[in-house]
């Protein structure tokens, strides 16, 4: 399927984003593949978020949907998203932060990985990102993975930052299965290891797809510079990694149903 004629729903999960949420919308506008519709779940602003995404709804003609969000933090309400029924006629589906910037190829280039493949697999595209301080200055580019993306890489790795991703259908079927009561360290890093879990498909583009804007609320997702040093140390330190990955092990063993033999047996 050539990758003009794939529709891309945006699946955005929004909670007090007012302080740039509106660069980050204006980066959709600026998008070279025009065929995308924009959901916005919104966890229970008390900010502008809600107005600013409604003025953007009218000065654009894509859909734009904003719904209320589960409101018990930002992985559900990615889950939530993952998780809609009610969603058709899309071939594509990308996450989205509320204060990042897209740079205007993201999801061209996305849709013509997908082309060159069989949508009847999961598949889940995820890139590089440039970083930014919280005032939009570059700090530098987030590590350059040199790994083949796989489940075993999965289990100890989070290689595909949620605001690249990009899943087709068959992906977000099996990211819908998932059960109400699973525990998540973060939505990116389960989306991985269910995708090439169950035999997927997951591609690594080692050129950055977005700018990815730097709080101290995220620099986990950075990994880079002190912060991030201080974090991984105190996560060893601490046997937090070691919480992740039994996090990480529950929550595939309750999906264990749509994992490949393969993937079973890596499991244990």
Request: glycine share 6%; no cysteine; aromatic share 12%.
């Amino acid at each position: 399927m050539p990758s003009g004629n794939q529709k891309i729903v945006i699946l955005l999960a929004a909670f007090n984003g007012a302080a740039h949420i509106k660069e980050q919308l204006a980066s959709f506008a600026a998008q070279s593949h025009h065929d995308w519709e924009l959901i916005v779940s919104d966890d229970g602003s008390t900010d502008r978020t809600v107005d600013i995404v409604r003025e953007f709804s009218h000065s654009v003609p894509q859909r734009i949907d904003l719904t209320t969000g589960p409101q018990k933090g930002f992985w559900k309400n990615f889950v939530s998203l993952a998780k809609r029924a009610d969603i058709s006629g899309a071939e594509l589906f990308a996450f989205s932060d509320q204060d990042d910037i897209w740079f205007p190829d993201k999801l061209e280039r996305a849709a013509k990985w997908f082309s060159t493949g069989s949508s009847d697999i999961p598949r889940l595209y995820f890139a590089r990102t440039e970083l930014i301080d919280a005032d939009g200055r570059p700090v530098g580019l987030s590590p350059l993975f040199r790994r083949k993306p796989s489940f075993q890489n999965a289990l100890v790795q989070n290689m595909g930052g949620g605001n690249t991703m990009v899943m087709n259908k068959a992906a977000k079927r099996l990211l819908a299965r998932a059960p109400d009561d699973i525990a998540l360290i973060s939505h990116d890093w389960w989306a991985y290891q269910v995708v090439t879990g169950s035999g997927g498909i997951a591609f690594y583009d080692p050129l950055p797809s977005l700018k990815y804007r730097q709080h101290r609320n995220n620099l986990i997702g950075a990994n880079r510079g002190f912060w991030q040093r201080y974090l991984r140390a105190t996560a060893f330190a601490n046997q937090r990694m070691k919480y992740w990955n039994e996090v990480n092990i529950y929550t595939l063993d309750k999906m264990r149903d749509l994992l490949s033999a393969p993937a079973l047996s890596t499991l244990g």
